[in-house]
């Protein structure tokens, strides 16, 4: 990406100046570093799984591991994109945009949650302060349970 300190930001934006939109293009929406453990810890407990996957095809949201037969989605929240009661702290810049953004992720969190639990899905969230090998051992254990005895792989 050239850089083009010309870069002006439509009036209203949610990016106040070209470093804060660089800096927000940056923010990975998959394969986070709390994600990528947490799917090396399930992976090395013999489970399969898709990634940044629909679990309902016609909801056009994706859970980031999704266990098909066992019907197991599993999000790996983070703490300031989704309202963590621990660790969110409101922004001082443009602070109305961007707690309305927080709180329309977490109204979409809560719809995504109910729309799975309708069709049938078991939803997992964790955020991504938690213990990772804590997170891999509880999929590992909901997944099994919710497979039975056949133990059938993904």
């Known amino acids: 990406m050239s850089e083009d ?3 002006v930001a439509p009036e209203g934006s949610w990016a106040s100046s070209a470093a804060r939109r660089r800096n927000m293009q940056a923010i990975r929406s998959r394969d986070t570093k709390p994600e ?9 407990q013999g489970l399969r799984y898709r990634v940044a996957a629909r679990p309902l095809p016609d909801l056009r949201r994706t859970a980031d591991l999704v266990f ?3 019907k197991v989605a599993v999000f790996i929240d983070g703490c300031y994109w989704h ?4 660790h969110y702290v409101p922004p001082r810049t443009n602070s109305g945009y961007w707690s309305e953004k927080v709180l329309r992720n ?3 969190d809560r719809d995504t949650d109910e729309r799975l639990k309708e069709a049938g899905w078991l939803v997992l969230r964790f955020w991504e302060h938690e213990p990772s090998d804590i997170c891999a051992n509880t999929i590992a254990t909901v997944v099994s349970r919710r497979r039975g005895p056949s133990g059938r792989s993904d």
Request: net charge positive.
């Open 5 to 7: 300190s010309s870069w």
């Open 36 to 44: 990528r453990l947490i799917r090396r810890l399930v992976h090395a």
């Open 68 to 70: 098909r037969p066992a």
């Open 106 to 108: 977490v109204a979409r």
């Open 83 to 86: 309202g963590c009661p621990e």
